[in-house]
C-alpha cells in the first residue's frame, strides 16, 4: 500500500498573487462608503437638476416675450423644452415645459387672467413627443427630425385649438388671432380656422426647436464618442 503523498503547493507567482487579490470583493466599510457617495451625488445632483428646469423655463419665457414685443406670430416658448427632453430625459422635459408657462404668467403679471398657465399641458406635449423620437432610436438623422418636427406641429396645433376653444371660446388675443379672424372671413368655422392658422405657425416655430434640440443631442453624442466611457477604477484607486 502506498503513502497518500500531501504535494508540496507551488508557491504563486506575482503575477498570479495580484490577479488574486484584484479580484477580491471589497470589504464592507467601502461598499457602504461607495452607497454614501451615490447618494450625496444624487443629493447634489437633484437641486443642480431643479435649477436648471427654472433657468431654463424662464428663458423659454423671455423668448417667447421677446417675439411677441415684435408681434411676431410665433411662439418659441419650446426651445429648451425639447432640448431638456432629448437630452436629460422626460421628467426634465415636461419640468420645463411647465415651468415655462408658470415664468410667462410671472412675465405678465396676470393681467391677462392666467391665460398662459391653460397652456402649459400644451408645452409639455413638445417634450413628450421629443422624448418618444429619441427613445425610439428615431432622432439620429435630418429625416428624423422632420418626421419629429411634423408631429410635434400637429399635436400642438390640436391641443392648443383644445385650448384656445374649449377655455377661451377661439381667441385670447394673440398673434395668431389675427390669422384665425383672417381665414373665418372665408367661411370656414371658427374651430377649423383655430387649427389651420396654427399649422403653419406651428411648423415654422417647432422646426427651430426640434433642430435645436437635434443638434444639442447630436453634439453629446459626438462628444461622448470622442471621449469615450470614463474607465474603471481599479484595486489600488479603489
Not at 10 to 32: H, L, M, T, W, Y
Not at 142 to 149: F, K, S, V
Not at 169 to 198: E, K, M, Q
Not at 201 to 215: C, Q, Y
Amino acid at each position: 500500500m502506498r503513502e497518500n503523498s500531501v504535494r508540496p503547493k507551488r508557491p504563486p507567482k506575482d503575477g498570479e498573487r495580484e490577479q488574486r487579490f484584484a479580484r477580491r470583493p471589497v470589504s464592507g466599510i467601502v461598499s457602504r462608503g461607495e452607497r454614501s457617495q451615490q447618494r450625496w451625488g444624487w443629493r447634489l445632483r437633484v437641486p443642480v437638476l431643479v435649477l436648471v428646469c427654472v433657468a431654463a423655463g424662464l428663458v423659454n419665457a423671455l423668448l417667447n416675450a421677446l417675439i411677441q414685443h415684435f408681434d411676431i406670430p410665433l411662439f418659441f416658448d419650446s426651445v429648451l423644452t425639447a432640448v431638456a427632453a432629448a437630452v436629460i430625459g422626460l421628467p426634465a422635459g415636461i419640468a420645463v415645459g411647465l415651468l415655462t408657462n408658470v415664468w410667462m404668467e410671472v412675465l405678465a403679471g396676470g393681467t391677462d387672467g392666467l391665460v398662459f398657465l391653460w397652456f402649459a399641458p400644451v408645452n409639455a406635449l413638445t417634450a413628450v413627443v421629443v422624448w418618444a423620437f429619441v427613445r425610439t432610436q428615431r432622432f439620429h438623422s435630418a429625416y428624423d427630425a422632420l418626421l419629429c418636427t411634423i408631429a410635434v406641429t400637429l399635436v400642438n396645433a390640436v391641443a392648443g385649438t383644445i385650448t384656445v376653444l374649449s377655455l377661451f371660446g377661439g381667441s385670447i388675443d394673440y398673434p395668431v388671432d389675427l390669422i384665425v379672424t383672417a381665414v373665418t372671413f372665408t367661411g370656414v368655422p371658427v374651430w377649423l380656422a383655430a387649427f389651420l392658422a396654427r399649422i403653419p405657425l406651428n411648423l415654422i416655430d417647432k422646426s427651430v426647436t426640434v433642430a435645436i434640440a437635434f443638434i444639442a443631442l447630436r453634439y453629446l453624442r459626438r462628444r461622448s464618442v470622442e471621449t469615450g466611457p470614463s474607465p474603471e477604477p481599479t484595486a489600488s484607486a479603489r
